[in-house]
């Protein structure tokens, strides 16, 4: 059975994949910061799947959070045969007037952490030969 591993599973595009892969068989890592959110989803899944569903807890935005993750991932036993970099946010309005602690958050979570995530579990996947990456994860425009 496949693994597949969703950032930002709690609520939104995130949640939607982690219906679709469940009732297509798929072992899950669900990832976000909302606890509950996680473990109840997991919960229901795994009660209408027969699947195995992993909760972490993880704030993307904090430093070596990708790493962290992985380590995590790792320590799990788990192999991710599929990498959904789904966390994120977006913003709109004129920089200028835009609070600067937000876009930086927003760097980090919406690129920082897809490619640190991208680079650790890439090599695994290759060495494999096999594995997919999702990106869905983008960064908003600004009007300037
Ligand atoms: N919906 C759209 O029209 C649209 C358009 C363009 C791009 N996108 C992109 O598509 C992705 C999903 O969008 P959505 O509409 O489904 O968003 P959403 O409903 O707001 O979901 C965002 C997900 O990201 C998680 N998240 C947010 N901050 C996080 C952090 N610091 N660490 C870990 N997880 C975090 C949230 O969970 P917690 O709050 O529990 O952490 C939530 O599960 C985002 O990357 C978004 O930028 C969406």
């Given at each position: 059975m496949e693994t597949a591993l969703i950032t930002g599973?709690?609520?939104g595009i995130g949640e939607a994949f982690a219906l679709e892969l469940a009732a297509k068989n798929t072992n899950l890592v669900l990832v976000a910061r909302s606890e509950d959110k996680l473990n109840q989803l997991a919960q229901q899944l795994q009660g209408q799947f027969n699947i195995r569903a992993e909760v972490i807890v993880q704030n993307?935005?904090?430093?070596?959070a990708a790493r962290t993750l992985f380590d995590r991932v790792e320590r799990l036993g788990l192999s991710v045969d599929l990498l959904i970099n789904n966390a994120g946010f977006g913003d709109y309005g004129a920089f200028a007037d835009r609070p600067l602690d937000k876009q930086i958050e927003m760097i980090q979570l919406n690129i920082t952490a897809l490619v640190g995530l991208t680079g650790l579990f890439l090599p695994e996947m290759k060495q494999r030969g096999s594995g997919s990456i999702i990106n869905v994860s983008s960064i908003a425009g600004f009007q300037d």
């Amino acid at each position: 059975m496949e693994t597949a591993l969703i950032t930002g599973a709690s609520s939104g595009i995130g949640e939607a994949f982690a219906l679709e892969l469940a009732a297509k068989n798929t072992n899950l890592v669900l990832v976000a910061r909302s606890e509950d959110k996680l473990n109840q989803l997991a919960q229901q899944l795994q009660g209408q799947f027969n699947i195995r569903a992993e909760v972490i807890v993880q704030n993307l935005t904090e430093p070596e959070a990708a790493r962290t993750l992985f380590d995590r991932v790792e320590r799990l036993g788990l192999s991710v045969d599929l990498l959904i970099n789904n966390a994120g946010f977006g913003d709109y309005g004129a920089f200028a007037d835009r609070p600067l602690d937000k876009q930086i958050e927003m760097i980090q979570l919406n690129i920082t952490a897809l490619v640190g995530l991208t680079g650790l579990f890439l090599p695994e996947m290759k060495q494999r030969g096999s594995g997919s990456i999702i990106n869905v994860s983008s960064i908003a425009g600004f009007q300037d």
